[in-house]
T-cell receptor
Framework: GAGVSQSPSNKVTEKGKDVELRCDPISGHTALYWYRQSLGQGLEFLIYFQGNSAPDKSGLPSDRFSAERTGGSVSTLTIQRTQQEDSAVYLC????WGQGGEQYFGPGTRLTVT | AQKVTQAQTEISVVEKEDVTLDCVYETRDTTYYLFWYKQPPSGELVFLIRRNSFDEQNEISGRYSWNFQKSTSSFNFTITASQVVDSAVYFCALSLYRRGGKLIFGQGTELSVKP
């Protein structure tokens, strides 16, 4: 079956602009996670969705970051007023259930802020 | 606090050698899960294994084996008879049942298998 998909695969934006990153999880997976991977910080958790609600937003680095999930499926991560330190690969993962189920990752969106 | 440590940043072996990747974790929770993921040069994280904190049984899958020891808080990964295709960055991760399953990753070990 289809895996997790993310779009765009690459995004170059100017500092100060807003960006939206999209994640399509595996069908039937109720849990969805966003992470980011950068050279200096490794793999960091951003936010967790169970259905359409986000019980854990503790990893969002600032109020410029927000995310939503609709219909228990697609999720969008929005970064407002991008900064150069936001440059990273943003990864989405989904799981049949939260709380310890194996997570399957998408290919990521490489964000470059110039 | 929860933490995962992969002390080996880079390992280089010659094909057919056995190699062990170390992972040490910290948590005071009693219900947790441990994972290994592989990130090949293509970039996509590939799930390898999941263990829960109540199951210390070692596992073998082909050339891969995992040794989970709660007494030393370790979850080590061994590749037997390594192959060039095993070259990748390997991540160990921890998730806590009470925290919704978010993964806490180690810094990764880059494995290079030379022909």
């Amino acid at each position: 079956g289809a895996g997790v998909s993310q779009s765009p695969s690459n995004k170059v934006t100017e500092k100060g602009k807003d960006v939206e990153l999209r994640c399509d999880p595996i069908s039937g997976h109720t849990a969805l996670y966003w992470y980011r991977q950068s050279l200096g910080q490794g793999l960091e958790f951003l936010i967790y969705f169970q259905g359409n609600s986000a019980p854990d937003k503790s990893g969002l680095p600032s109020d410029r970051f927000s995310a939503e999930r609709t219909g228990g499926s697609v999720s969008t991560l929005t970064i407002q007023r991008t900064q150069q330190e936001d440059s990273a690969v943003y990864l989405c993962a989904s799981s049949v259930w939260g709380q310890g189920g194996e997570q399957y990752f998408g290919p990521g969106t490489r964000l470059t802020v110039t | 606090a929860q933490k995962v440590t992969q002390a080996q940043t880079e390992i280089s072996v010659v094909e057919k050698e056995d190699v062990t990747l170390d992972c040490v974790y910290e948590t005071r929770d009693t219900t947790y899960y441990l994972f290994w993921y592989k990130q090949p040069p293509s970039g996509e994280l590939v799930f390898l294994i999941r263990r829960n904190s109540f199951d210390e049984q070692n596992e073998i899958s082909g050339r891969y084996s995992w040794n989970f020891q709660k007494s030393t808080s370790s979850f080590n990964f061994t590749i037997t008879a390594s192959q060039v295709v095993d070259s990748a960055v390997y991540f160990c991760a921890l998730s806590l049942y009470r925290r919704g399953g978010k993964l806490i990753f180690g810094q990764g070990t880059e494995l290079s298998v030379k022909p």
